[in-house]
């Protein structure tokens, strides 16, 4: 052995060895995801946007001025991007500091507990990035792009992501057992994926109920995605929805550096 | 003793969590080379001691200096300098022997060739080469516990801390780890170690302390110990009858203490045969006797009782 001693390394060289951590670990699992992350979304887009799109257009003709497709691709985009936020912080999260508990092994080592959750989120946001580049290349071979700023479909992916991800490692962190993540995905994933907005516009809701939609996180990143394949939308209404992302994605950090440390450490 | 040659120093140690005390201030001081054990009942604090040890788990109050340093302020530092085999082993199930050390030795910050040749060495040296791209899923406990082992030396620790290394493991693994230990410690690493067995407790610890509910009960060399809390020799004796408490009074004058089990009487003497001699005189028949020399688990039982502790 030649004689390299460890050292321990500034804050930024740490959070990368645990992103690097992750990205090996999806590389040796990523089977498994493939499934939920690209054919299921795939799917959709080929059943609803051709096969429900053409019912829409010979009744109804455009939704919101959109062909059905133009409507539905990018908020299949956002509610992937909740999906990969969601997968990532959960059930792997749990494992991590419970069964398996692999975070407790990384802290032996000179990583600390935020080097931990900064590499795990920042390995969320790789993955979303990456999935969005794909998505918005293949949304753009299905011709559901009519805007340059459709480029920014990848990021908008990505800040949706991280809207998930962040609250939710710091919840799954305080929990004992997997029974309230069961619950969790039966009673607050799964509706807001099928009512966001994703597949017929919020005025398809009666006036009260909206402000209820408008609730949810998927909410605004479906709007926001949908805005980017387009091209229109009020800076406005836009600033709001990337603020309700970023203040989700800013606390979820916040909290989870709490959450994440009493659990590491007591 | 000069202050670079206590590896840990300790004074005053308390750990709490909410109402309940699981560390009573305790003073620890491990020197630089020594092996160094916690014994103690489940539940005595001593994986709590560890965490502390292992710059994770902060002191709720006293002072602790780890390698010199204080771990409130440098933990990472001190982590980078100290190998750790936790109670449980940690890994990453669905990858692959090789990837699990690779990933730890990026963890510290080596160089990738670096990683990629102590992984050879450490594969080697912990007998794991040929399962080196096998799954740790497929491995068998023993294998486990020797991975874990092989990834604490990755940064080349000057202080290794193990939690009951041993625990579930067959004799064969046990020896061969016990083997490694002894290595390392011919090496210059030094080694805190816990254990529920008193026989690996005798064969690895120069020094140790025996903790109970949260503090310190006694502390010293094996021998010092069995010498300070027990006989030289003791005296088992079976008798055909079941009920043996009757028996206690007509024994009590051949042995400095005697314990009355469900199965045997236990004599503590200082000269085993001297007394089964004394016995036979006596007219006292056991249907079998065994004279043995004292062990650190007489001490063990003596300091922390037999019952049993949940």
Excluded at chain 1, 205 to 213: A, C, Q, T
Excluded at chain 2, 73 to 80: E, F, K, M, S, V
Aim: charged share 20%.
């Amino acid at each position: 052995m030649s004689d390299v001693t460890a050292h321990p390394s500034a804050g930024w060289a740490r959070w990368q060895r645990s992103w690097w951590y992750h990205a090996v670990l999806y590389a040796r699992t990523w089977r498994g995801s493939v499934i939920s992350t690209a054919v299921f979304p795939l799917l959709f887009l080929a059943a609803m946007g051709v096969g429900v799109g053409h019912l829409v257009s010979q009744h109804a003709g455009r939704v919101q001025g959109l062909s059905y497709l133009d409507f539905i691709a990018p908020g299949l985009l956002a509610t992937t991007a909740m999906q990969i936020g969601e997968g990532e912080s959960t059930w792997s999260v749990l494992g991590a500091v419970k069964w398996q508990r692999t975070y407790h092994a990384a802290i032996s080592t000179p990583l600390e507990p935020e080097d931990v959750l900064l590499g795990k989120l920042s390995w969320v946001g790789t993955r979303a990035l990456a999935t969005g580049v794909i998505y918005t290349v293949i949304i753009g071979l299905f011709g559901a792009l009519h805007s340059w700023w459709a480029l920014s479909l990848p990021l908008v992916a990505t800040l949706i992501a991280l809207a998930f991800a962040a609250p939710l490692v710091a919840w799954t962190c305080t929990l004992e057992n997997e029974g309230a993540l069961i619950t969790f995905y039966r009673f607050a994933i799964v509706p807001m994926f099928l009512f966001s907005a994703t597949f017929y516009p919020v005025s398809a809701y009666p006036g009260y109920l909206r402000p209820l939609v408008q609730l949810a996180p998927l909410y605004h990143g479906v709007a926001l995605a949908r805005a980017g394949a387009d091209g229109h939308g009020s800076l406005g209404a836009l600033s709001a929805h990337v603020a309700v992302l970023g203040v989700m994605a800013v606390a979820g950090l916040l909290w989870g550096r709490h959450t994440l440390r009493r659990r590491l450490v007591n | 003793m000069s202050v670079e040659d206590l590896v840990v120093e300790a004074r005053g140690l308390v750990k709490r969590f909410g109402a309940f005390e699981a560390v009573h201030g305790i003073d620890v001081e491990v020197r630089r080379g020594e092996s160094f054990g916690f014994l103690g009942p489940n539940g005595a604090g001593k994986t709590s001691t560890m965490r502390m040890i292992s710059a994770v788990s902060t002191p709720s109050q006293g002072t602790l200096r780890i390698l010199g340093l204080d771990p409130a302020t440098h933990g990472p530092t001190i982590r980078a300098r100290l190998g750790v085999v936790p109670q449980e082993d940690t890994l990453e199930l669905e990858l692959s022997v090789r990837v699990n050390l690779e990933i730890y030795g990026r963890y510290f910050d080596l160089p990738w060739s670096e990683v990629k040749e102590r992984t050879r060495e450490l594969l080697e040296f912990v007998q794991l080469s040929e399962r080196a791209n096998s799954k740790v899923d497929d491995l068998s406990g023993g294998m486990k516990r020797r991975l874990t082992i092989a990834r604490a030396l990755i940064n080349r620790p000057e202080l290794l801390i193990l939690d009951e290394p041993t625990t579930g493991l067959d004799p064969q693994a046990r020896h061969l780890l016990w083997d490694r230990l002894y290595r390392l410690k011919r090496e210059g690493v030094t080694l805190i170690i816990t254990t529920h067995y008193m026989d690996e407790a005798e064969q690895l610890c120069d020094r140790l302390v025996v903790m109970d509910q949260g503090s310190i009960v006694a502390q010293g060399a094996p021998s010092e110990l069995i010498e300070q809390h027990s006989t030289r020799e003791v005296v088992e004796l079976r008798f055909a009858q079941d009920e043996h408490e009757p028996l206690r009074a007509s024994l009590e004058g051949f042995a400095s203490r005697v314990e009355v089990l469900p199965d045997r009487i236990l004599l503590y003497v200082n000269d085993g045969d001297e007394v089964v001699g004394q016995l036979g005189r006596a007219g006292v028949n056991p249907a079998s006797t065994l004279v043995r020399r004292s062990s650190l688990e007489d001490v063990f039982l003596r300091l922390t009782g037999r019952t049993l502790v949940e």
